[in-house]
T-cell receptor, first 113, second 112 residues
Framework: EADIYQTPRYLVIGTGKKITLECSQTMGHDKMYWYQQDPGMELHLIHYSYGVNSTEKGDLSSESTVSRIRTEHFPLTLESARPSHTSQYLC????????????FGPGTRLTVT | DAKTTQPPSMDCAEGRAANLPCNHSTISGNEYVYWYRQIHSQGPQYIIHGLKNNETNEMASLIITEDRKSSTLILPHATLRDTAVYYCIVRVAGAAGNKLTFGGGTRVLVKP
C-alpha cells in the first residue's frame, strides 16, 4: 500500500474562496506531482517538484500554486476559486531517477459553486 | 513523448486471462513502458513497467515485442475487482519531471 494522503477527500466551496489541498507522503520520496482529472477524462500534470524548494509547472496551465517546504508535504493552493476549477486533483510521489513508479493518493474532488 | 494507442474498452470473464494491447510505435530507446490502472473515483495504481524484457509481478505480466512498438498487459486470472481503466504509458526519461502522460486508456469490465 502506498503511504500518500490527501485531504480533504471532498470539498464544496463558493466562488472567490481561497483553498489549500493537502498532500503528504511518508515514503521519503523526493519527487511529488499534482494532476488534474475531470470525470472520465485524461489526467493532466499541473505541477511537480524534485525536492524541497523545487517547484515546476506541468503541461496543463493552472491558476493554482504549490510549495515544497518539507519533503513529505506538497500543498496546492487556489487563491480565488472559480467554477472552472471544479475537478478531481490527484497527488503522487516517486523516488528520484528515470524508472521509478509513481504512487498516487486517493484524490480530492473539488466542486466550486 | 511517444504516444500510445489502446482499445477504448474490453470485456473479460471472471477467472479468465485478460490481455490488454498497447501500441507505441514511436517509442524511443530509453523510454519505459508503464501500466497503471484507475478504479472508479480512486487515484491511479501502478501495475508494472518494463524497458525491453518481459516482466512479471504479483499483479500482472508485461510482454514487450522485440521491436518495442507494442506491448500486452496480461492479468492472468481476472477478478471483479480488476474492473478499471487501464493506462499504457510511455515514460519520458530525464530531467523533464518524469511526468506520466495518461491517454484515454482501456476500460476493462470483468463480468461474472
Amino acid at each position: 500500500e502506498a503511504d500518500i494522503y490527501q485531504t480533504p477527500r471532498y470539498l464544496v466551496i463558493g466562488t472567490g474562496k481561497k483553498i489549500t489541498l493537502e498532500c503528504s507522503q511518508t515514503m521519503g520520496h523526493d519527487k511529488m506531482y499534482w494532476y488534474q482529472q475531470d470525470p472520465g477524462m485524461e489526467l493532466h500534470l499541473i505541477h511537480y517538484s524534485y525536492g524541497v524548494n523545487s517547484t515546476e509547472k506541468g503541461d496543463l496551465s493552472s491558476e493554482s500554486t504549490v510549495s515544497r517546504i518539507r519533503t513529505e508535504h506538497f500543498p496546492l493552493t487556489l487563491e480565488s476559486a472559480r467554477p472552472s476549477h471544479t475537478s478531481q486533483y490527484l497527488c503522487a510521489s516517486s523516488e528520484l531517477g528515470d524508472s521509478y513508479e509513481q504512487y498516487f493518493g486517493p484524490g480530492t474532488r473539488l466542486t466550486v459553486t | 513523448d511517444a504516444k500510445t494507442t489502446q482499445p477504448p474498452s474490453m470485456d473479460c470473464a471472471e477467472g479468465r486471462a485478460a490481455n490488454l494491447p498497447c501500441n507505441h510505435s514511436t517509442i524511443s530507446g530509453n523510454e519505459y513502458v508503464y501500466w497503471y490502472r484507475q478504479i472508479h473515483s480512486q487515484g491511479p495504481q501502478y501495475i508494472i513497467h518494463g524497458l525491453k524484457n518481459n516482466e512479471t509481478n504479483e499483479m500482472a505480466s508485461l510482454i514487450i515485442t522485440e521491436d518495442r512498438k507494442s506491448s500486452t498487459l496480461i492479468l492472468p486470472h481476472a477478478t471483479l475487482r480488476d474492473t478499471a481503466v487501464y493506462y499504457c504509458i510511455v515514460r519520458v526519461a530525464g530531467a523533464a519531471g518524469n511526468k506520466l502522460t495518461f491517454g484515454g486508456g482501456t476500460r476493462v469490465l470483468v463480468k461474472p
